[in-house]
């Protein structure tokens, strides 16, 4: 069963059904339903078209559920529409439905939450897990959003700023998931990049490239993570750091800095250190305070603070990090990373314990399991 495949399909049926006249919700639920099909038949005979027979699918569910509701009845005037035999079009319509997801009528963090999970292809734990809520919530906040644009045409755009902060957190579920959703990511921002002039945009690749560029680099053999100050330089795919770089001096150049070009300038210096010795975070730290001016973020203050105990030395990283919420997420890691820096190993390795209990993933986890051992063990760094 080829899961990759059939989730590279879902934008393109999705889309097919909605242009034939399904509304979003109902066209979403029919898809979902011809996917629970085909991992229950492909196994025993992949379709020499998998679009095809997924759309055919699809549009008969949805019409089956439509025939039901006698409330309406245009629908069925759509019963002879049904899709011929024979080969889809190759049409890529996912960067349309990003833009159909982030429909004005949409708070920006219900139509990132659709987007996810009726493009993207995630579920709604790993969407709710993202956004540090109970899977009930995001589960009605997802609902809530496909009844929204339900009867929504794609001749009315969404908003730019949203597709983007959805492009980006499908690809951090890509790169740090356990979906693996980067690459296409990648391939969406690159295509709305040829649609669209707009520094952010650019931006937007730019930092994607740069952070993809070290991928192969993020984990050990063993799955176990690798920090960048340890990670093999020699590594990193240098063409699409070299791409991400002038990709962002030319949005730079415009002087309309965003949010998205400011993160890419901080990976920029991380790529641009030959050694990890060699990090300029004296202009890191420069650009921390240009991002935290744009987005007033506790995350980003989070990320700061580990910059300056880089720059200025461990104790004014505490001091930093002083000013935030200790219940900020990875706010125990910080701490840890820099008492440890400054010494105190008793205190570090109590951190990295509790940094390890509020862990996110199981990678994470048993990477800071294993800095409170080492600490512990008395081998300190």
């Not at 006249?21 to 991992?39: K, N, P, R």
């Not at 960067?95 to 997801?101: D, W």
């Not at 956004?131 to 908003?159: C, H, N, W």
């Not at 993020?218 to 960048?228: E, F, K, M, N, Y």
Request: with cysteine; charged share 25%; hydrophobic share 45%.
């Amino acid at each position: 069963m080829d899961e990759a495949l059939l989730r590279s399909l879902i934008p393109s049926v999705l889309a097919i059904l909605v242009r034939r006249g399904a509304d979003f919700a109902a066209a979403e639920d029919a898809v979902q339903d011809a996917l629970v099909e085909a991992v229950r038949v492909w196994p025993a005979e992949l379709p020499r078209d998998p679009k095809g027979w997924l759309v055919t699918v699809a549009w008969r569910r949805f019409l089956d559920a439509t025939r039901a509701d006698t409330a309406r009845r245009r629908r069925e005037d759509l019963v002879d529409e049904e899709p011929a035999p024979g080969p889809a079009p190759a049409v890529d319509d996912t960067l349309q439905l990003y833009f159909l997801c982030a429909h004005p009528s949409l708070t920006p963090s219900s139509a990132v939450a659709l987007t996810l999970r009726a493009v993207g292809g995630l579920t709604t734990r790993q969407i709710a897990q993202a956004y540090l809520v109970p899977e009930a919530t995001m589960a009605q906040r997802i609902s809530r959003a496909k009844r929204t644009v339900s009867g929504v045409g794609f001749d009315r755009p969404g908003d730019v700023a949203t597709v983007l902060r959805v492009l980006y957190l499908v690809f951090n579920e890509g790169y740090s998931g356990d979906v693996d959703l980067a690459a296409e990511a990648i391939r969406l921002t690159r295509q709305l990049a040829a649609a669209i002039d707009h520094p952010e945009v650019a931006g937007l690749l730019a930092l994607m490239l740069l952070h993809h560029a070290r991928r192969a680099t993020r984990t050990a053999a063993d799955g176990s993570l690798v920090p960048l100050a340890e990670q093999d330089r020699g590594r990193w795919d240098t063409a699409s750091i070299a791409e991400g770089v002038e990709i962002l001096q030319t949005a730079l150049a415009r002087d309309r800095l965003g949010e998205f070009q400011a993160q890419a300038a901080i990976a920029a210096l991380h790529a641009d250190a030959p050694t990890a010795e060699e990090t300029d975070w004296v202009q890191i730290v420069e650009w921390y305070d240009e991002l935290a001016r744009l987005t007033d973020s506790p995350v980003v203050r989070l990320n700061r603070a580990v910059a300056v105990g880089e720059a200025d030395g461990p104790r004014a990283g505490l001091a930093a990090l002083a000013a935030l919420n200790d219940s900020l997420p990875r706010h125990a890691a910080v701490a840890a990373y820099l008492h440890e820096r400054d010494g105190d190993l008793t205190t570090a390795a109590r951190l990295y314990a509790e940094a390890a209990r509020r862990a996110p993933n199981l990678a994470e986890r048993d990477y800071l399991t294993r800095q409170a051992a080492r600490l512990n063990s008395g081998r300190g760094r």
